[in-house]
């Protein structure tokens, strides 16, 4: 599965071929491996990132080395600290590839330039940041309100694809239990390991 | 402590008085008695509310009748059921006023008209989404990573006004504990209930 920038942004706004050139001049293409970091904790200055193949993960680690997933990406998605992002502060978590990616990323300033140029551009971000929020509104409600074998129901409903395509242990930290549980729960589910 | 919307839009973009009678035009003004509901779950169209004055809560009720607080919210904040609001869906969260309250409210499709007649207005409300983003990822942190203590001491830095003007309870069901541990934990810090 590989998307497009322009396709992407087509479904909320369109621009003219010479607007697009223009545009897409402020994003920067970048192959990465398989474990490789776009972000770490600690990094100054971070990017907001665009996947045009692959998948990753963002993930905090505690102070007793446990690591908890806050969001994956798949192609089509955007992936950053959001908090570093917007507030050009200091990445407090890190984003990992899961699988070889193709990424296109933006600085915060040239997306904020872009903001600034194109009446579009603000609303595609923040129709973005509004889709952002609301999934992340969703995932506290998961957490406070159901049950584990309900939050492993809701995460394969959400993310067909991922189900196959990143290891089992990852979703289990992202539904919030114990891989044995998760194996369990993923029985009669789904038979494919990796 | 009361607030206005023109001070409030003005710490991210400023428009001229002419300008401003215009777009407060499409917000509305609402007086709320302690306990109303300004969203309840199951209603077709919601607003999105500007406080003024006072505190709400906007919660989920679970199955087993059970409520999970989602938000707090006092003057200079903005509240609604976002996926409700940004997706015209149905509500399926409550939004309750904690004390008497006064709010500004705006409609969806007012919110998109005045975003797509003033590209600063664009601005604004994307501005609002990323903090809304930020604080909810900050929130799914904290509930993965944080010890009860920890998301207390964490609530009382993030709500230093809230934590004298809400019933213990709630603060109990927003960070995750019993109100018995919440007492516990507590008993150092304040010596206020309510």
Known sequence: MKTTLREHIAEIV????????????????????????????GQQKVNKYFVIKGILKS????????????????????????????????????????TDCELL??????????????????HFFRVKSNAGYVASQ???????NLTA???????????????QSIPKYL???YIGVSREMLSRLSKNVTNHTK
Chains 1, 2 share one sequence.
């Not at 905090?60 to 050009?88: G, L, M």
């Not at 074998?149 to 189900?163: G, V």
Request: hydrophobic share 40%; aromatic share 18%.
């Open 171 to 173: 979703i289990a930290s």
């Open 138 to 144: 969703e995932r506290i409600l998961t957490m406070l």
């Open 59 to 98: 993930y905090y680690i505690d102070k007793d080395d446990r690591e908890h997933i806050i969001q994956f990406a798949q192609p089509d998605w955007w992936i950053t600290d959001y908090n570093a992002f917007f507030n050009n502060k200091v990445a407090t978590i890190n984003v990992q590839c899961i």
């Open 14 to 41: 369109s621009f003219s071929d010479e607007e697009f050139v223009y545009i897409s001049s402020h994003f920067h293409y970048k192959k990465m491996k398989k474990n490789q970091f776009i972000i770490q904790a």
């Open 105 to 122: 990323y933006i600085s915060h300033d040239d997306l904020e330039k872009l903001s600034g140029e194109f009446h579009k551009m603000e």
């Open 149 to 163: 074998i309900e939050r492993f129901n809701n995460f394969i409903s959400l993310y067909p694809n991922l189900i």
